[in-house]
């Protein structure tokens, strides 16, 4: 059975830069199946997909956080990581990592979430 | 990119019927079958339900259907039962190797 787990600061403040990993069990992360995803959920509100790293290295970006965010993967450590620069209140949010099929938007495995508060 | 809209809510009765729509644009549900689906109870990480329009997961009963026309994506729940009350949420790929969430439905057993 798949796991992934997100793992990081709760808590960051304006400006600084945000960072979490998320770490992948009982699969491979490794596989040239899938691709692995964040995806971030502000209380009470939808979903939003924030990018996705390929185990080549090979990334994509939502276009409205692409000046922001960096994905990267480390292979050795079965884990991937988020950074997101100069954060504001608006990016107070739970973090999902998850895992996603080469059919674009099949997210099967998904971490339990991370609750990040950009804050003072 | 907005997101892509979908009721606040929605409600029925157990047993009964209900249809979830998503719409978008001819730039990413109109242009793409890769239209998936996911239910969220509170607290817990969202569940894949239906992917590539109609396909359902291993596990995912079948009461659960999925439909496209033009611009909008459907969500049927047949057979409505208690343990569907949740929030549900459509996800399209939208070109440039992007996706777009919907804004969410919340699902009401009566």
């Known amino acids: 059975q798949v796991q992934l787990q997100e793992s990081g600061p709760g808590l960051v403040k304006p400006s600084q830069t945000l960072s979490l990993t998320c770490t992948v069990s009982?699969?491979?992360?490794?596989?040239?199946?899938?691709?692995w995803s964040w995806i971030r959920q502000p209380a009470g509100k939808g979903l939003e997909w924030i990018g996705r790293?390929?185990?080549?290295?090979?990334?994509n970006y939502n276009p409205s956080l692409k000046s922001r965010v960096t994905i990267s993967v480390d292979a050795s450590k079965k884990q991937f990581s988020l950074n997101l620069s100069s954060v504001t209140a608006a990016d107070t949010a739970v973090y999902y990592c998850?895992?996603?099929?080469?059919?674009?938007?099949?997210?099967?495995?998904w971490g339990q979430g991370t609750l990040v508060t950009v804050s003072s | 990119q907005s997101a892509l809209t979908q009721p606040r809510s929605v409600s029925g009765s157990p047993g009964q019927s209900v249809t979830i729509s998503c719409t978008g644009t001819?730039?990413?549900?109109?242009?793409?079958?890769?239209v998936s689906w996911y239910q969220q109870h509170p607290g817990k990480a969202p569940k894949l339900m239906l992917y590539?329009?109609?396909k359902r997961p291993s596990g995912v009963p079948d009461r659960f259907s999925g439909s496209k026309s033009g611009n909008t994506a459907s969500l049927t729940i047949s057979g409505l039962q208690a343990e569907d009350e949740a929030d549900y949420y459509c996800?399209?790929?939208?070109?440039?190797?992007?996706?777009?969430f919907g804004g969410g439905t919340k699902v009401t057993v009566l």
């Open positions: 001819s730039s990413d549900v109109g242009a793409y079958n890769y």
């Open positions: 996800c399209s790929y939208a070109g440039s190797y992007t996706l777009i």
């Open positions: 590539d329009v109609t």
């Open positions: 998850a895992r996603e099929g080469l059919t674009t938007g099949n997210f099967d495995y």
């Open positions: 009982g699969g491979s992360i490794s596989s040239t199946s899938y691709y």
């Open positions: 790293i390929y185990i080549s290295g090979s990334t």
